[in-house]
């Protein structure tokens, strides 16, 4: 029974870490286009998928993109998330690093009030413009985005 205990969890250790790999960073604070190569992202599969989270500031739309759970992200987690990027092309470079047919749920504020009861900050989906930009970007790279709103 130990021995099965250990085993799982050092595969899941493992999986965390082959799960998103970025090179050259260690801190803590948001990973930015000014901080970062997006290039140097890797996404593997995930069998739940992944969670993409937007919030406007000022004029630019943040993007984060986090691994599907079976649990429900909180605020902090989104808003702290080390994969975070600021505009639609930042955004687009992160999705070139998706490899093909990987299912993506982009959470809007309807399914975020169900979930949090409430207090969802600023979470928020942008213009229906940008929203198809996105879908349309996510077609020719044979990305499954799903919006959930």
């Known amino acids: 029974m130990r021995t099965l205990r250990l085993s799982i969890f050092f595969s899941a250790v493992l999986a965390l870490i082959f799960c998103l790999k ?8 948001p990973l930015t286009p000014g901080s970062f190569d997006p290039a140097s992202v890797t996404f593997t599969h995930s069998m739940k998928g992944w969670e993409l989270y937007s ?21 902090e987690e989104v808003k702290s998330n080390r994969i975070t ?49 996105i879908r349309n970007y996510c077609l020719q790279k044979n990305l499954v985005l799903n919006i959930s709103n």
Request: include cysteine.
């Open 22 to 29: 970025c090179s050259r960073d260690t801190g803590n604070e």
């Open 55 to 75: 919030w406007p500031d000022g004029n630019d739309w943040h993007f984060a993109i986090l691994a599907g759970t079976n649990r429900v992200k909180t605020y």
């Open 85 to 133: 990027v600021t505009g639609t092309d930042s955004l687009k470079m992160l999705l070139d690093r998706f490899p093909e047919n990987e299912d993506i749920f982009w959470i809007g504020e309807r399914w975020l009030k169900n979930c949090w009861h409430g207090f969802y900050g600023n979470l928020s989906l942008p213009a229906a413009e940008t929203i198809n930009e």
